[in-house]
């Protein structure tokens, strides 16, 4: 069974810029969480969406925003891009809302 | 508020041995469940082993288990007969909620098997 993908791997952009990723959960799993990985903050959860429905969200400002389609594949938005955005993004997806996550390879961001 | 921390931001272990990485945690939920996962310089996280507040015994994966104690508050990582693979980033995390999929991670440790 192929693991979560990820797409692009890395992207750098300028500020001011919008940027949108791409997660696709592995096959069967409705679920997709979606997060932030910094040096300095660590890990931080943005947003989880099960059945095209928002569940969660982080506490991220209204420039980070998600979806979910009806395959389950998910993409998050960030509109007018900061220097604070550089970071690796990572999404994962799970079975069921027990099950643990299952992380995908992230997707590297730039921004200059 | 849920919380989690990892004291040893690096070890090192010599190939073959046993190592513990420490995790402590904060929460006042009664039903709660606790996870390990490795990040290797790929940058992919990767599950390792899952332990429930309500199992009664410590959970194994392998060469990992989950060194459970409760009252303490503690959910250490056991890795026996490290090898040079097991070099990476390993981050101790625990649910927000109920079945969220919101988890609270640690700092991490890095750790570093030495030839």
């Known amino acids: 069974k192929a693991g979560v993908t990820q797409t692009p791997r890395y992207l750098i952009k300028t500020r001011g810029q919008q940027v949108t990723l791409s997660c696709s959960p592995i096959s069967g799993h409705r679920s997709v969480s979606w997060y932030q990985q910094t040096p300095g903050q660590g890990l931080q959860f943005l947003f989880e969406?099960?059945?095209?429905?928002?569940?969660n969200k982080g506490n991220f400002p209204g420039r980070f925003s998600g979806r979910q389609f009806s395959n389950s594949r998910s993409e998050m938005n960030v509109s007018t891009l900061e220097l604070g955005d550089s970071a690796l993004y990572l999404c994962?997806?799970?079975?069921?809302?027990?099950?643990?996550?299952?992380f995908g390879n992230g997707t590297r961001l730039t921004v200059t | 508020a849920q919380k989690i921390t990892q004291t040893q931001p690096g070890m090192f272990v010599q190939e073959k041995e046993a190592v513990t990485l420490d995790c402590t945690y904060d929460?006042?939920?009664?039903?709660?469940?606790l996870f390990w996962y490795k990040q290797p310089s790929s940058g992919e996280m990767i599950f390792l082993i899952y332990?429930?507040?309500?199992?009664?015994q410590n959970a194994t994966e392998g060469r990992y288990s989950l060194n459970f104690q409760k009252a303490r508050k503690s959910a250490n990582l056991v890795i026996s007969a490290s090898q040079l693979g097991d070099s990476a980033m390993y981050f101790c995390a625990m649910r927000d909620r109920g079945d969220s999929g919101k988890l609270i991670f640690g700092q991490g440790t890095t750790l570093q098997v030495k030839p």
């Open positions: 332990q429930g507040s309500y199992d009664e």
């Open positions: 929460t006042s939920d009664q039903s709660y469940g």
């Open positions: 994962a997806s799970r079975t069921d809302l027990n099950s643990p996550l299952h």
């Open positions: 969406y099960f059945s095209e429905t928002q569940r």
